[in-house]
C-alpha cells in the first residue's frame, strides 16, 4: 500500500513511518523537513512541504492510496495547525480519489471528554491547552464530514516510559478508570494497524492505559 504520512517528523509520525515501512508499505513522508527522520529505506520517499500548503498537499497525494494525518503544533499553544493542514488533506484525498483517511486526535475530544480527569479538564484542555484543544475538536468535526473512509485515534498523553499491562481500546465514554497515559510505540502501531484493520471505519477510537 502507498500511505503518506502528514506530520512525519514528530514523535509519532516517525515512529508511525517506521512500523509501516517495517510492515512492507511504501511511505511517503511529508514534512517541512522531512530529511530530520534520518531514515531511509527504499521504500521511504522524502516530501519536503507544508500542510497549510494547499498546492503542496494536493501534489503530494497524487498516487496514494491511504493518508496518516499526525501533525503536531510544536511548542505553539495557539494556532488552527491541526484543521488547516486536515482540510488541505481531506480535500485533496476527494481530488484523488484516495478514500482511507487515519488521523490522530486527542482523548478528550467531543464525547470522550467524560474520561478525563479533573486535571485534564480544568488545568491543561481548560486553560493551558484550550486552543490546541479546541483545534483538535475542529479537526474532528472536518474528518467526520468528510465522506472518506476515516478512523479517528484518540491517544491520552503520551510517554516514553513502558506501562505493565495492556491498554484499552475503544474506550467507551464515561469510563474513568485509566491511567490516562500511553507510550507513543504503542500509539505508532495502533495507527499502523488501521491501514488494514476496518473495524474502527468511520469511529473515533480512544486508547489508553
Given at each position: ?38 531514515l531511509r529505506h527504499e521504500n521511504l520517499t ?113 510517554t516514553d516510559v513502558p506501562v505493565p499491562g ?44
Open positions: 500500500m502507498k500511505i503518506i504520512v502528514f506530520g512525519a517528523t514528530g514523535t509519532i509520525g516517525r515512529l508511525a513511518v517506521t512500523r509501516m515501512i517495517e510492515e512492507g508499505h511504501h511511505v511517503t513522508a511529508f514534512a517541512r523537513h522531512p530529511e530530520k527522520l534520518a522524502l516530501r519536503p512541504g507544508d500542510a497549510t500548503d494547499r498546492a503542496a498537499v494536493h501534489a503530494a497525494m497524487r498516487g496514494q492510496d491511504a493518508a496518516v494525518i499526525t501533525i503536531g503544533a510544536g511548542m505553539s499553544r495557539k494556532g488552527t495547525v491541526r484543521s488547516d493542514a486536515t482540510m488541505n488533506v481531506i480535500q485533496a484525498m476527494q481530488a484523488h480519489g484516495v478514500r482511507r483517511l487515519i488521523c490522530q486526535s486527542t482523548l478528550g475530544a467531543h464525547e470522550s471528554w467524560s474520561n478525563l480527569n479533573f486535571f485534564w479538564k480544568r488545568i491543561m484542555f481548560g486553560a493551558l491547552l484550550a486552543p490546541v484543544f479546541r483545534d483538535h475538536e475542529l479537526q474532528e468535526m472536518l474528518v467526520r464530514a468528510s465522506g472518506l473512509d476515516w478512523t479517528i485515534v484518540r491517544p491520552s498523553a503520551f495492556a491498554f484499552k481500546e475503544a474506550v467507551r465514554p464515561g469510563d474513568r478508570a485509566l491511567r490516562l497515559k500511553i507510550p507513543r510505540a504503542e500509539v505508532a502501531d495502533f495507527l499502523r494497524r488501521q491501514l488494514c484493520d476496518g473495524r474502527y471505519l468511520r469511529q473515533a477510537v480512544g486508547i489508553s492505559y
